[in-house]
């Protein structure tokens, strides 16, 4: 699956899918004003790969993601590479939307994850100065998976925050999202 940003959304490019890829992959445009989602979510059959296209538009991905019963995992950008065999992967990353970058997963297992487009012009209110300065340097920044202080789980959360964006009208995920931007820390 390949992606990237059109007219400050997350867009899929040629994804001719399955029904069973289309309960793997939703993307999530108007649940909260400017910000664009992207989950897969279920067990992995095959060997996976989502690519990022850079996007022409400024912004930040913010990618978060449990991997459970994991072989192998590889992400890949223009300055960064790095493989997981752990049984339990979670990571929480941020990378600049104008770079492109890869998520590949071994055939077996099962992932949860969520990626947000944060454009650049509400960056500055979700993401503290000192982490934005080290994203802008680095183009991608590895963040502690301890951020997630308000519950017991990085994959809990994930769960959670997947069902307020399946309601249309959800009263909460404002605040959850912005409570969880609010703990992140390097």
Same mark, same amino acid.
């Given at each position: 699956m390949?992606?990237?940003?059109e007219?400050?959304k997350?867009k899929?490019?040629?994804f001719?899918?399955s029904?069973? /890829?289309q309960?793997?992959?939703?993307?999530?445009?108007n +649940?909260l004003?400017d910000?664009?989602?992207?989950?897969l979510k279920?067990?992995l059959?095959?060997k996976?790969?989502?690519?990022?296209?850079?996007?022409?538009?400024?912004?930040?991905?913010l990618?978060? /993601?449990?991997?459970? +019963?994991n072989?192998?995992?590889?992400?890949?950008s223009a300055n960064?590479?790095?493989v997981?065999?752990s049984?339990?992967?979670?990571?929480? /990353?941020?990378?600049?939307a104008?770079?492109?970058?890869?998520?590949?997963?071994?055939?077996?297992?099962?992932?949860? +994850?969520l990626?947000?487009?944060?454009?650049?012009?509400?960056?500055?209110?979700?993401?503290?100065q000192?982490?934005?300065?080290?994203?802008y340097?680095? /183009?991608?920044v590895?963040?502690?998976t301890a951020t997630?202080?308000?519950?017991?789980?990085?994959?809990?959360?994930?769960n959670?925050?997947?069902?307020?964006?399946?309601? +249309?009208?959800?009263?909460?995920?404002?605040t959850?999202?912005?409570?969880?931007?609010?703990c992140?820390?390097?």
């Amino acid at each position: 699956m390949v992606y990237t940003i059109e007219n400050g959304k997350i867009k899929i490019k040629n994804f001719d899918s399955s029904a069973d /890829q289309q309960e793997l992959v939703k993307i999530y445009d108007n +649940r909260l004003p400017d910000l664009s989602f992207l989950t897969l979510k279920g067990s992995l059959q095959n060997k996976t790969s989502t690519v990022f296209d850079p996007a022409q538009e400024p912004g930040i991905i913010l990618s978060v /993601q449990t991997v459970l +019963r994991n072989n192998k995992y590889e992400f890949e950008s223009a300055n960064n590479i790095s493989v997981n065999y752990s049984p339990l992967m979670e990571s929480i /990353q941020l990378m600049v939307a104008n770079v492109p970058f890869a998520h590949r997963y071994a055939s077996s297992g099962s992932v949860n +994850r969520l990626d947000v487009y944060i454009p650049a012009d509400k960056v500055k209110t979700l993401i503290p100065q000192s982490i934005l300065s080290q994203v802008y340097r680095k /183009q991608v920044v590895n963040l502690s998976t301890a951020t997630n202080k308000f519950l017991s789980s990085l994959n809990e959360f994930l769960n959670m925050l997947t069902k307020e964006l399946g309601k +249309r009208e959800s009263e909460s995920l404002n605040t959850y999202f912005e409570n969880f931007m609010q703990c992140i820390t390097l």
